[in-house]
């Protein structure tokens, strides 16, 4: 194509490659990047580009590998924009890294040369395989030397040696012009001889040479660990201390100058490649005052090489010296739930990203997660079960919900997908309730992360009566204020709520809890969008310092505890893969991923065809009924297709993806039949085999959450005047005066200043329903029916001691609401 043909190229039809380069460049850049072309362009009266278009160029970074600039090319090339035009804009820019993506070369590079982590001694070869349209030339460069005698594809080390680690490029030339590949990385690792016997890994996984040695070090001193792994491509790093990654620690060398006491702890690393992860053992690093050579327990001997000042401080007991370390867990448990899909009430998006990325984080503070997506009532039930029996003395317990919602009389109710419409408390899970068991537990520290709205329920007159022990280790973390609603941010993605949406930019910090659920109700408060309209509220009655990167020191389980441990590490094992060998000379492969705990994905590769086939295809079928799985979500090229939108780029490509939702509603083992259709070079017809599979109770399946609730359940419902477990029915009076009017939805008025409608009468629950008008977010309410015509007279006065000591325990939380 010549040039001109090649300017007047709408930017649309870019390649894929091409525009992929482009991007990155454009994403990465600071002060030359995909914000600097948006000026320029908006400022061209040839195209338009308004603030609000770059506002929703810039919510691209929340989607899974979302691209502001692509989002910007596209709208640019929508009104014409051609290749020419672009090139004009970036020349302008001074961006050459984004000239060059532009540039056409006539050379096409094949292979890329990939980094590598090898042992001092062994082969390595990197390799750079082009075609041109005439003949080409290869040049390696180490970093900007050109590498003597490396004019050919492959750059070969036999053997590679320590002084060969670096960075390598290869230029190919054709003619007059020239391309560069990629940058390669060359890891050279000097391990002992009888490390080095070791042959280098051919599955892609890291394998630890390495390891971090504990140290003992005064304050003042320089730390230094090392961890080392090869593997190919090189394999990534992370340094993590106390469970809690290091910020900018993403080296296999880690130092630290002038060590200070907080730099005390367990480090270990983190090895990433291929998908394949790995850690380096576990080691203590302590860091003592000048004053302390030596601490032992139950007394401490103090040793002094030379005379020096010391405060009283530094001769401490035993006892002191251990009551001032930093607070510990004896097991962290979180508990997410997700409810979006909702059967009688207006759907949500924000949970299911909102519970995968909570997820991910709270892994890493290693907390035991059990991730839920939309449950009924009983099933939400029995996974609060489930997760009280893991709790026991000195245990970290997190309860995160997002979904529909409502709050009455100081008392939030998290509603499930089956709830009716309308719904009261005898549906829904009261919180409060499940504290008061936590409490019974003793856990160390109950932190409630409530995702949901907190409007009043009027079709609800039951007033809770949970007695709750005064304990200094309670944190409720709202994501609204009382009486108000949580909002969703509208996309044409999958986006975060506002609340996640900044409580995970702060969720790894060590900082006491309360501390940290500041800051976020701080950054939320500068968002535009919900300002004056959702607010974090924090409630707290915590009395230390406890975070939750707080180590975990186990403490003596019972055997009881033990097995509920054991049980739930079994709940979230994934099936093995499965190699299924036909008849005819197919294999197929066989491998199973989690999205969540209860989502499980399935997908199939074929392995090995032989040569009289033409094409074959192997199809899942046959489910059980229970999981209702649409067949047309089935068996799909791209996990897009399945409606799993958050492990693409995680999993193998050319698969063919099935996606099960609702694992817990599996009554048997998991059973079904692969369908194996061939096409022969020698047939016409389709020649079909089957196989049947069985994986068994896979991940929560284990579980059994939809069994049918305990009637003893001490959790059945909150112990309330009038609720189904103390009371036959509610009486026939109030059931006409909720029934007897027709349901009534809120009327809505325009609010100019956020272009949002809003509802005028008492809306409940959680996360979304109402849509912007005009705008990029989505402010919602339920469209549950609204309330009678007249207000209803619910009585609230009470004589009960109980009820006293109730409110004053409530009362006696600490309270914020940060506007």
């Not at 349209?133 to 750059?155: N, Y």
């Not at 893991?390 to 997002?402: D, E, N, Q, R, S």
């Not at 609603?485 to 996309?491: G, I, K, R, T, V």
């Not at 975060?496 to 800051?519: A, M, Q």
């Amino acid at each position: 194509m010549s040039d001109m043909n090649e300017n007047s190229l709408n930017i649309n039809f870019l390649k894929e490659s091409a525009l992929k380069r482009l991007c990155e460049s454009l994403d990465k850049a600071n002060n030359k990047g995909w914000r600097k072309l948006g000026e320029m362009v908006k400022n061209d009266k040839r195209f338009k580009m308004s603030v609000d278009d770059m506002d929703m160029c810039s919510l691209k970074v929340l989607e899974v590998d979302g691209s502001p600039s692509r989002a910007m090319l596209k709208l640019m090339g929508d009104q014409g924009c051609v290749v020419g035009d672009l090139t004009e804009f970036l020349q302008k820019m001074g961006h050459t890294d984004a000239l060059q993506c532009l540039k056409p070369s006539g050379i096409q590079i094949l292979v890329q040369p990939q980094s590598a982590a090898v042992i001092a001694g062994h082969n390595l070869r990197l390799s750079c395989c082009a075609v041109g349209s005439s003949p080409i030339q290869f040049q390696w460069f180490r970093k900007t030397e050109e590498v003597p005698h490396s004019s050919s594809p492959d750059l070969v080390f036999s053997p590679v040696q320590v002084k060969d680690a670096g960075f390598y490029i290869c230029r190919v030339n054709c003619g007059n012009t020239c391309v560069f590949s990629h940058w390669a990385q060359v890891d050279v690792l000097d391990v002992p001889p009888k490390c080095g016997l070791v042959s280098q890994p051919s599955d892609g996984r890291p394998r630890v040479l390495i390891q971090p040695h504990p140290q003992r070090l005064f304050v003042g001193d320089s730390l230094f660990l090392e961890c080392g792994a090869i593997g190919r491509p090189i394999p990534q790093y992370q340094w993590y201390r106390n469970g809690i990654p290091i910020k900018k620690a993403t080296k296999r060398k880690y130092s630290v100058q002038g060590l200070m006491p907080e730099h005390q702890g367990r480090y270990r690393c983190e090895i990433c490649c291929n998908s394949e992860r790995t850690w380096s053992n576990e080691v203590d690093v302590v860091v003592e005052s000048p004053c302390h050579s030596e601490m032992k327990t139950p007394g401490i001997s103090i040793h002094i090489s030379e005379a020096m000042e010391c405060s009283e401080d530094d001769f401490l007991t035993s006892e002191q010296y251990y009551s001032l370390e930093k607070p510990y867990a004896t097991d962290k448990v979180a508990l997410l739930i997700g409810n979006l899909t909702y059967r009688n009430h207006p759907q949500l998006k924000a949970p299911m990203v909102d519970v995968y990325d909570l997820t991910n984080l709270l892994r890493q503070l290693n907390f035991k997660v059990v991730s839920l997506l939309d449950l009924t009532e009983s099933e939400m039930r029995n996974a609060v079960e489930e997760f009280l029996s893991l709790l026991h003395k000195g245990v970290y317990g997190l309860l995160y919900y997002a979904g529909h919602g409502y709050e009455n009389f100081g008392h939030s109710f998290m509603v499930p997908v089956d709830a009716p419409n309308p719904y009261r408390s005898a549906n829904c899970l009261c919180v409060q309730s499940i504290l008061k068991l936590m409490q019974e537990k003793e856990t160390g520290l109950n932190v409630f992360l409530l995702d949901m709205c907190r409007k009043r329920n009027l079709h609800d007159d039951v007033m809770p009566n949970v007695m709750l022990k005064v304990t200094a280790n309670i944190v409720f973390g709202y994501a609204t204020c009382q009486d108000a609603e949580a909002f969703e941010l509208s996309s044409s993605g999958f986006t975060n709520g506002v609340f996640i949406k900044f409580l995970k930019g702060r969720l790894l910090e060590d900082e006491k809890i309360t501390v940290l659920l500041d800051s976020v109700a701080e950054d939320m408060g500068q968002f535009d969008p919900t300002k004056g309209k959702q607010a974090l509220e924090i409630r707290s009655s915590l009395s230390e310092r406890r975070s939750l990167t707080d180590p975990i020191r186990p403490g003596e389980y019972s055997h009881p505890a033990q097995a509920h441990n054991l049980h739930w590490c079994k709940a979230h094992e994934l099936p093995e893969s499965k190699i299924l060998d036909f008849e005819c000379g197919v294999q197929i492969k066989m491998d199973f991923a989690a999205e969540f705990s209860n989502v499980l994905v399935i997908y199939t590769s074929i392995v090995k065809k032989p040569e009289e086939m033409a094409s074959c295809q192997a199809h899942i079928t046959n489910l059980p009924l229970e999981l209702d799985v649409d067949p047309k979500l089935m068996n799909k090229e791209t996990l897009e297709e399945t409606g799993s939108f958050l492990l693409t780029g995680s999993l193998p490509q050319h698969c063919l993806y099935t996606r099960l939702s609702s694992i817990q509603k599996l009554r048997d083992e998991l059973a079904f039949t692969v369908c194996l259709q061939v096409q022969f070079n020698s047939l016409e017809d389709l020649v079909q085999w089957n196989m049947d599979v069985n994986i068994g109770k896979p991940l929560t399946a284990k579980l059994e959450l939809n069994r049918p609730t305990r009637k003893n359940s001490c959790q059945l419902t909150c112990p309330m005047p009038h609720s189904p477990s103390t009371s036959p029915s509610h009486s026939p009076s109030s059931d006409r005066r909720f029934h007897s009017h027709g349901p009534c939805f809120p009327q809505l008025h325009a609010n100019p200043y956020l272009n949002v409608c809003e509802p005028l009468c008492g809306a409940i629950g959680g996360h979304g329903g109402f849509k912007m008008c005009g705008g990029d977010y989505t402010y919602p309410c339920d469209n549950v029916p609204g309330s009678p015509s007249t207000p209803l007279s619910i009585p609230i006065e009470t004589t009960d001691d109980v009820d006293d000591m109730q409110n004053e325990f409530m009362n006696s939380l600490q309270f914020y609401n940060n506007p």
